[in-house]
């Protein structure tokens, strides 16, 4: 033991590798399911506003002026089912740090976002990855815990395959857990359906929500949690006080109303999603329907890696992704026609 050495559980931590962020410009990029478009115009006009703002003075802890606009939006039946975060990735944690002590254990199912394993890990927590069934549907041991499981994080759709469990079976499972059920719906506005009403008949259901796909606001850090009212008292505690700084609060404020946008900037991408499945499945992949904004593929060749390397040689990044005792594929976001056309253009010759 040095006198710099970390906390001995940080020692066996598994770190979480984002996806790669080149400078702009560069790359067509594919990796990472940011939206290929620009945010609303409304949301450049409030930020330009913004920047003439209170600056100087610390931001409402608790972004109120978003929760008001969002729980109207989401038709919830008040503001306090709201907790804004930095990111949904920030609710994460708090959701990790609020409900699994050291030593206890969270669930995930495999493969799906990594990142839920390093939050445990940080907090010196067990974790217990259940794989999904063939067909990606859960097991039915994933519903079943004992008394140290204190929290299941389930995020729907998925990644990496974009696939979704129904929401009546959702329903079951937060019936039969003896903890929180978090239902991850940083793609649900691709899916058209999500898990929000579950929230009011489940206490033990809550439903994590970011800006950074759908409303195409990545690089503001704005995610926020739908709970009961009681809990997020409490987890609000734990969060920092300024999580949210104003020039996010007044972007993610903007975005969330502009729900036309939203619905116009879905069904393009959607369609987007349709054509690239298509044309994968032509070329010889094996193409998971996808309820998100990324498309999960695998090759019988199983030159995933070679692939991968091909299209970044050629400027185009996609999500090159290799699960231990599960397997490899790569992970591809949906961007505009031009740019999904590109990279297919790419796949092809390299097939050829
Ligand atoms: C992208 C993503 C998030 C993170 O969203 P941020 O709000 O950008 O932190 C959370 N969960 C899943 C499953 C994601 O893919």
Same mark, same amino acid.
């Given at each position: 033991?040095?006198?710099?050495?970390?906390?001995?559980?940080?020692?066996?931590?598994?770190?979480?590798?984002?996806?790669?962020?080149?400078?702009?410009?560069?790359?067509?990029?594919?990796?990472?399911?940011?939206?290929?478009?620009?945010?609303?115009?409304?949301?450049?006009?409030?930020?330009?506003?913004?920047?003439?703002?209170?600056?100087?003075?610390?931001?409402?802890?608790?972004?109120?002026?978003?929760?008001?606009?969002?729980?109207?939006? #989401?038709? @919830? %039946?008040? $503001?306090?089912? !709201? +907790?804004?975060?930095?990111?949904? &990735?920030?609710?994460?944690?708090?959701?990790?740090?609020?409900?699994?002590?050291?030593?206890?254990? #969270?669930? @995930? %199912?495999? $493969?799906?976002? !990594? +990142?839920?394993?390093?939050?445990? &890990?940080?907090?010196?927590?067990?974790?217990?990855?259940?794989?999904?069934?063939?067909?990606?549907? #859960?097991?039915?041991?994933?519903?079943?815990?004992?008394?140290?499981?204190?929290?299941?994080?389930?995020?729907?759709?998925?990644?990496?395959?974009?696939?979704?469990?129904?929401?009546?079976?959702?329903?079951?499972?937060?019936?039969?857990?003896?903890?929180?059920?978090?239902?991850?719906?940083?793609?649900?506005?691709?899916?058209?359906?999500?898990?929000?009403?579950?929230?009011?008949?489940?206490?033990?259901?809550?439903?994590?929500?970011?800006?950074?796909?759908?409303?195409?606001?990545?690089?503001?850090?704005?995610?926020?949690?739908?709970?009961?009212?009681?809990?997020?008292?409490?987890?609000?505690?734990?969060?920092?006080?300024?999580?949210?700084?104003?020039?996010?609060?007044?972007?993610?404020?903007?975005?969330?109303?502009?729900?036309?946008?939203?619905?116009?900037?879905?069904?393009?991408?959607?369609?987007?999603?349709?054509?690239?499945?298509?044309?994968?499945?032509?070329?010889?992949?094996?193409?998971?329907?996808?309820?998100?904004?990324?498309?999960?593929?695998?090759?019988?060749?199983?030159?995933?890696?070679?692939?991968?390397?091909?299209?970044?040689?050629?400027?185009?990044?996609?999500?090159?992704?290799?699960?231990?005792?599960?397997?490899?594929?790569?992970?591809?976001?949906?961007?505009?026609?031009?740019?999904?056309?590109?990279?297919?253009?790419?796949?092809?010759?390299?097939?050829?």
């Amino acid at each position: 033991m040095s006198k710099t050495d970390l906390r001995p559980a940080l020692s066996r931590m598994l770190p979480y590798t984002p996806g790669e962020q080149p400078p702009p410009g560069k790359f067509i990029k594919l990796n990472t399911n940011e939206s290929p478009y620009p945010p609303p115009q409304e949301v450049i006009r409030a930020i330009q506003d913004a920047a003439t703002g209170p600056l100087n003075r610390y931001p409402d802890p608790t972004a109120r002026s978003f929760r008001n606009e969002a729980s109207r939006v #989401l038709g @919830l %039946p008040s $503001p306090d089912w !709201i +907790l804004a975060g930095n990111g949904s &990735d920030e609710i994460l944690t708090i959701l990790v740090r609020g409900f699994v002590g050291e030593g206890q254990k #969270l669930r @995930l %199912p495999y $493969p799906s976002y !990594i +990142l839920y394993r390093t939050l445990a &890990d940080i907090q010196g927590a067990r974790w217990e990855q259940t794989p999904f069934l063939d067909g990606w549907h #859960l097991p039915t041991m994933f519903g079943q815990g004992d008394a140290d499981l204190r929290l299941v994080l389930l995020p729907n759709p998925n990644s990496p395959s974009g696939t979704i469990v129904p929401k009546d079976e959702i329903a079951k499972l937060a019936e039969s857990l003896p903890c929180p059920l978090v239902v991850d719906e940083a793609y649900a506005d691709f899916a058209g359906d999500n898990c929000l009403d579950l929230v009011r008949s489940h206490d033990n259901i809550l439903v994590t929500r970011t800006l950074s796909k759908s409303y195409a606001l990545a690089g503001i850090r704005f995610g926020f949690l739908v709970g009961s009212p009681a809990i997020l008292g409490k987890l609000g505690n734990i969060k920092d006080s300024y999580n949210c700084d104003y020039l996010a609060t007044v972007a993610a404020t903007a975005a969330i109303g502009a729900q036309d946008w939203l619905r116009e900037t879905v069904e393009t991408m959607n369609q987007t999603r349709a054509r690239m499945e298509t044309r994968l499945a032509e070329l010889g992949f094996n193409v998971t329907p996808s309820k998100a904004n990324f498309v999960w593929c695998t090759h019988p060749s199983g030159e995933h890696e070679a692939m991968h390397q091909f299209l970044k040689k050629n400027q185009v990044l996609v999500r090159y992704m290799n699960f231990p005792d599960w397997g490899d594929g790569l992970r591809i976001s949906v961007g505009t026609d031009q740019q999904v056309d590109a990279c297919l253009m790419l796949l092809e010759r390299y097939l050829s």
